[in-house]
Every structure is written in C-alpha cells, then in structure tokens.
C-alpha cells in the first residue's frame, strides 16, 4: 500500500507543479493558522462559515480545510507523499469552487473559479504522476534491482 502511494514516474514535468502548488498552498495555509501576511489566523478562520450548510460542526470543517492547505501543500511541496497531499488540495479546491465561487462567475477579478479551476488542475496532475523527480517519494521507492 505504501509503494503504491510513494511511486511515481521518472520526469521533470512535476518539479515546477509541484513547488509551486505547495508555495501557494502553504503561504494560504500559514495565512489561516499564523494570520502571518494579512491572514485571519487560527481562531477567527475556524469561527468563518462552512461553504455548505450540511457541514457542522463549522469549526471542524474549516480546521481541516487549514490542514489540508498547509500540510497538504508542505507534502506537495517536498514530494513527500505527493498523491495524499494532492488529493488533500483537489478536495478542498472542489469544495472552495463550488460553495464559494461558483456564484461568482468564471473570473477571478470577479471572485470565480478561474483560479480554483487551475489550483485543481495542478492537484489533478500530481494525484495521477506522483512526485517526480527531485522528490521524497522518488528517494524512497524501492531501489532498482542492479544487473550483473
């Protein structure tokens, strides 16, 4: 189980996704829990409103969407389970468009889903490649059986 969580496919193509997902996800989840550049911090961003009214308690919800964007992006970020970390970030970026910005239109001048559909994106492709190159899960695979 754990193999096929860390594999992932040999190329270039994920290092520049993935750094930049993380950062953004990170700086967003530091933001929540730190109120570090212009963020609400822990405690007023757990009492925000849940997206969805079926979604109670508030607090728990909100607090897992904090998880997701700060470890989720920190796994992200360093390729360490990259595919638990990308399906952390999908969800919730399924759940930000949807019950946030959906009502707003496509673009993001107007609060749509333009950057969420694009954060999705992003999430998608690492959920199905895996980290790649330069990453935890890379140097944690099974070494290649050596020919003699």
């Known amino acids: ?51 969805f009214g079926f979604m109670r308690p508030t607090w728990l919800w909100m607090g897992a969407a904090l998880f997701a964007e700060l470890i989720g992006g920190a796994l992200v970020f360093f390729g360490l389970l990259t595919r638990v970390g990308a399906f952390f970030l999908a969800i919730t970026m399924l759940v930000a468009m949807v019950g946030v910005h959906w009502s707003s239109g496509f673009f993001l001048s107007n609060k749509g889903i333009e950057y969420t559909v694009a954060l999705l994106g992003m999430s998608l492709a690492l959920l199905v490649s895996g980290g790649g190159r330069l990453s935890v899960d890379e140097k944690l695979q099974a070494p290649p059986r050596r020919r003699w």
């Open 1 to 51: 189980m754990f193999q096929s969580l860390i594999a992932t496919t040999a190329t270039w193509f994920t290092l520049p996704v993935r750094l930049a997902l993380g950062l953004i996800f990170m700086a967003h989840g530091a933001q929540k829990a730190f109120g570090v550049w212009g963020g609400p911090g822990w405690s007023k961003f757990l009492s925000f409103p849940a997206p």
